[in-house]
């Protein structure tokens, strides 16, 4: 047989034979004179042996396994770390459907937030917040939002958003505020203003030791993209409310 005809016999393609030659699965057969392969029936039974044990989902290098394999003992082994395989890809497949099919019917309902594919957390702070008017800092508050659902360990994400839920009602007023420093300095009145009226709306929970500027990393790639008066806001609303949880605490051990 000639390679077109042992390919058609198989059901496989002459270039699929070909790769098992140059893969080394399938051993160069014999040549004619003109330089033609020449297959027999042996070369046909491994090539189906080959077809069977890819359909089954083996990659080459556990063909080759296979077929290198002691009276079969090798096949046995290797379907069983398939099975195993394709349990875990089921599993994975499930969790994925079932996170898919709440954002499906959000985006069915036309309430897929702008950002796309958020979790459920995200969506819910978002839906809080609600349509605001053109505001720079708003949307600039959705994209590290929108990081942060990504890069944020699940438990984390899940504390961070149910804890902005708080502010989420007083998000209009605050993002006013501080879109009005755009173009101010650090020193201008209006930055204490600013502070203080996110920090009357930020949980205690929200109270962090923020890292200095020019220290790398994600805090620092948020105040980078804020103007000056901006960053100088949300840094000391941050620091006024870690004051304010350290008194509480402090007033608590009191009491004790």
Do not use: W
């Amino acid at each position: 047989m000639r390679i077109g005809e042992i390919a058609a016999l198989v059901g496989v393609t002459p270039r699929a034979v070909r790769h098992y030659h140059q893969s080394g699965l399938l051993p160069e057969p014999g040549r004619r004179a003109n330089g033609y392969r020449e297959y027999g029936v042996r070369d046909a039974v491994l090539l189906a042996r080959i077809r069977r044990l890819t359909e089954l989902g083996l990659g080459l290098d556990e063909v080759r396994d296979v077929l290198a394999g002691d009276e079969g003992r090798g096949l046995v082994e290797v379907l069983e770390e398939l099975a195993d395989d394709l349990a875990r890809q089921e599993t994975v497949i499930r969790e994925r459907r079932e996170r898919l099919a709440p954002l499906l019917a959000e985006a069915r309902a036309g309430r897929l937030p702008a950002e796309g594919p958020v979790s459920p957390e995200l969506a819910a702070l978002l839906a809080g917040v609600g349509e605001l008017p053109s505001s720079p800092m708003a949307a600039k508050d959705r994209e590290i939002l929108a990081l942060l659902d990504v890069v944020a360990p699940e438990a984390e994400r899940a504390r961070l958003m149910e804890l902005m839920h708080g502010a989420a009602g007083s998000a209009r007023e605050l993002y006013g505020l501080l879109d009005a420093l755009a173009e101010a300095t650090p020193d201008d009145p209006r930055v204490a203003e600013a502070a203080r009226a996110l920090a009357a709306v930020l949980p205690d929970g929200m109270a962090v030791d923020l890292p200095e500027e020019g220290s790398g990393g994600l805090a620092d790639a948020f105040f980078g993209d804020l103007a000056p008066a901006q960053s100088a806001a949300v840094r000391r609303a941050v620091g006024l409310v870690l004051e304010r949880r350290n008194e509480g605490t402090a007033r608590d051990e009191e009491g004790d």
